[in-house]
């Protein structure tokens, strides 16, 4: 199995649509982020993609192997995939090593195997220890490479590193994924965060009440998300009411051009921009604005800005940062996106 093509994908709890007409390929030996807040559907797809739940409509084939539809259901064992859960789910009467081989066929190379893939996963020379000897990094690449040690095509990710710190789960993130482009195993990784999605995905799919918002490079959903929601699902966000005017947008804070890829429109708009596109300038060089509060955060400030109604939040480096009441000039970076006027979400 190569490829996974995911056409009009749709699954009902209780008549309650969760999921809508997904539409989704996976390339070969891509990973792919499904990316939203709780509740949008991101385990409901994983789960139908490993065949835990059956679907209620559309189709799932890898390669030319059609394994789910209303008509067909092959069982999880038999797809050929790696599961790794939110909580490891790691035995805890086993030692690393036979949690890694529990799923693995008697064969005579079975213990080379075992230790093929914990060298794979940085965890040669604990493979006698239990799991609660381990830490919580730990705990997770012994999960991992029970995944992996059958040598699946595809690996699903749902939300392993929750549990971990913040740096530390995008720093695990992005060693686990690494460790699966050695493998060249597909890969499928459930987030609510944005960060940890954009630093590892080939491609992210951003989801919101049970269906795909947009499907694009991490930088494409960054900088031309299609839609404001989209925009705010995937980081800060600065929206002004503005005037379209053929590839610019006149507002508070000037003329902005508007990238050339997108749809245009005519008239009263919703421009987007990311807060930092927005930086502070010498006196008279840009629009003028005023400091209303600053929040230290160490080696950031945020700061709470209004130019006449209009208040909006920036961050700016610590050591360069303005007094609250101070008077300020402003100037934009790059290209906004432009949404219509009747499409802008409230806060």
Not at 140 to 162: C, G, K
Not at 208 to 227: E, F, H, N, T
Not at 309 to 338: K, Q, W, Y
């Amino acid at each position: 199995m190569s490829t996974v093509h995911i056409r009009r994908l749709a699954k009902r709890y209780d008549d309650a649509p969760v999921l809508q007409d997904i539409d989704l390929t996976i390339p070969h030996g891509d990973v792919l982020a499904l990316l939203g807040p709780s509740g949008c559907g991101k385990t409901t797809l994983l789960r139908l993609i490993a065949g835990f739940d059956r679907v209620d409509g559309g189709t799932i084939a890898f390669d030319d192997r059609m394994v789910a539809s209303p008509n067909v259901y092959i069982a999880p064992e038999k797809r050929g995939i790696g599961y790794v859960p939110q909580e490891g789910a790691l035995f805890p009467h086993l030692t690393v090593a036979g949690n890694i081989g529990y799923g693995l066929s008697r064969r005579g190379d079975r213990k080379a195997r075992i230790q093929e893939v914990l060298s794979l996963t940085g965890l040669a020379g604990l493979g006698e220890r239990f799991p609660q000897e381990l830490s919580g990094g730990q705990q997770q690449r012994a999960a991992l490479a029970r995944a992996l040690a059958p040598d699946p095509a595809l690996i699903l990710l749902d939300e392993p590193f929750n549990a971990l710190d913040l740096d530390l789960r995008r720093s695990m993130c992005e060693d686990v994924v690494a460790v699966l482009r050695q493998t060249g195993t597909t890969t499928v990784l459930v987030t609510h965060d944005p960060g940890e999605a954009f630093a590892v995905a080939d491609s992210v799919a951003v989801m919101q009440a049970g269906r795909i918002m947009q499907c694009a490079r991490p930088d494409l959903v960054y900088w031309q998300p299609k839609s404001p929601s989209v925009a705010r699902l995937t980081g800060a966000s600065v929206f002004l009411s503005g005037e379209a005017q053929g590839d610019h947008v006149a507002c508070l804070l000037g003329s902005l051009s508007v990238y050339p890829e997108i749809e245009r429109h005519t008239g009263k708009v919703w421009a987007m921009l990311r807060p930092e596109q927005i930086s502070l300038v010498p006196k008279g060089q840009g629009v003028p604005a005023r400091v209303t509060h600053s929040s230290f955060r160490g080696d950031h400030t945020l700061l709470s800005m209004l130019i006449g109604d209009f208040r909006f939040g920036l961050r700016t480096p610590s050591l360069s940062a303005p007094a609250s009441g101070s008077d300020v000039f402003l100037s934009v970076r790059g290209a906004c996106m432009a949404f219509s006027s009747h499409a802008y979400p409230e806060a």
